[in-house]
């Protein structure tokens, strides 16, 4: 069956760290991943997409990597701020459902001042 | 601004009554989508339309009803059929995913079953 993996445990980090947060999936064959943030009580805010012949993409502080050999993805925050504290969700196209996104449970980080 | 715009906010509903959910963007994204998300998890889809006057099931059709019969506008119906219908409803749009652009998302829609 397909799946998508976020780690369900909150990630706490110092402020100034880089935070990791690990994507994977199995039984997919995403042409493009995603990344978003989601505040509580509010929609999921877009991020960064990376297609499956890049392996990595950055945006200000963000890093994203795509190995599709490995079927992971991992999102990085460098030089992490409280503000930075919310749930991030990775989200693949399903080939099978007419390319629509699925979503994983979001992995929650609280970033310490 | 463009944007999506979901109403109301939170909505209450009785047994047995179906409700009607509102979804309205002015981004002239030609795809929209119906995710449903349950405390502490991730979202399931609903329903998807590409174009007007076309739209496909999701994951989790079933007890739910969509029409799109303006490009604008995508609503969603919980039916009495239903059975557990308390959840955070999120309506979304998409210009195309072959255009590198990530979904846009509403603010969202809390429905209680009292």
């Known amino acids: 069956s397909q799946k998508i993996e976020q780690n369900s445990e909150a990630l706490n980090i110092q402020e100034g760290k880089t935070a990791t947060l690990t994507c994977n999936y199995t039984n997919y064959s995403p042409a493009y991943l995603q990344w978003y943030r989601q505040d509580p009580g509010r929609g999921p805010v877009f991020l960064l997409l990376?297609?499956?012949?890049?392996k990595e993409k950055r945006k200000e502080r963000l890093k994203v990597t795509f190995d599709t050999t490995l079927k992971q993805s991992l999102f990085h925050i460098t030089a992490s701020q409280p503000a930075d504290s919310a749930t991030y969700l990775c989200a693949l196209e399903n080939n099978n459902a007419g390319n629509m996104l699925t979503f994983g449970g979001g992995t929650r980080l609280m970033v310490k001042p | 601004d463009g944007g999506i715009t979901q109403s109301p906010k939170y909505l209450f509903r009785k047994e047995g009554q179906n409700v009607t959910l509102s979804c309205e963007q002015n981004l002239n994204h030609d795809a929209m989508y119906w995710y449903r998300q349950d405390p502490g998890q991730g979202l399931r889809l609903i329903y998807y339309?590409?174009?007007?006057?076309?739209?496909q099931k999701g994951d989790i059709a079933e007890g739910y009803s969509v029409s799109r019969e303006k490009k604008e506008s995508f609503p969603l119906t919980v039916t009495s059929a239903q059975k557990n219908p308390t959840a955070f409803y999120l309506c979304a749009s998409s210009m195309g995913r072959d255009l590198g652009y990530g979904y846009t998302f509403g603010s969202g829609t809390r429905l209680t079953v009292v």
């Open positions: 339309s590409q174009i007007v006057n076309d739209f």
């Open positions: 990376i297609r499956e012949n890049e």
